[in-house]
């Protein structure tokens, strides 16, 4: 994704009920792929956002493809301060 695809519509596909054995797929559009970035990596629990998807101008991005485009230098919104997930060995 480069610069000007933060600023494209996109949608947000997730689930919010993560321990439960019905888990309904919720979806939410943004006006800029850049929020709809920001929701997935701040307001999402991390195992939401692993199963969560994007959709930005027919591109996808699934799960754990989603956190490096908040943390690209591209990204043109403030972040706030979020601990990385820990890397298991």
């Given at each position: 994704m480069d610069a000007k695809d933060y600023r494209t519509e996109a949608v947000l596909f997730f689930s919010k009920a993560a321990n439960s054995k019905y888990k309904s797929l919720m979806f939410r559009r943004f006006t800029r792929a850049s929020?709809?970035?920001?929701?997935?990596?701040?307001?999402?629990?991390?195992?939401?956002?692993?199963?969560?998807?994007?959709?930005?101008?027919?591109?996808?991005?699934?799960?754990?493809?989603?956190?490096?485009?908040y943390d690209s230098a591209d990204y043109p919104l403030r972040r706030r301060h979020i601990k990385p997930p820990a890397h298991r060995a």
């Amino acid at each position: 994704m480069d610069a000007k695809d933060y600023r494209t519509e996109a949608v947000l596909f997730f689930s919010k009920a993560a321990n439960s054995k019905y888990k309904s797929l919720m979806f939410r559009r943004f006006t800029r792929a850049s929020e709809a970035i920001r929701y997935a990596v701040e307001e999402l629990a991390p195992k939401a956002l692993a199963s969560c998807s994007l959709e930005v101008d027919e591109q996808h991005f699934f799960g754990r493809e989603i956190r490096p485009l908040y943390d690209s230098a591209d990204y043109p919104l403030r972040r706030r301060h979020i601990k990385p997930p820990a890397h298991r060995a």
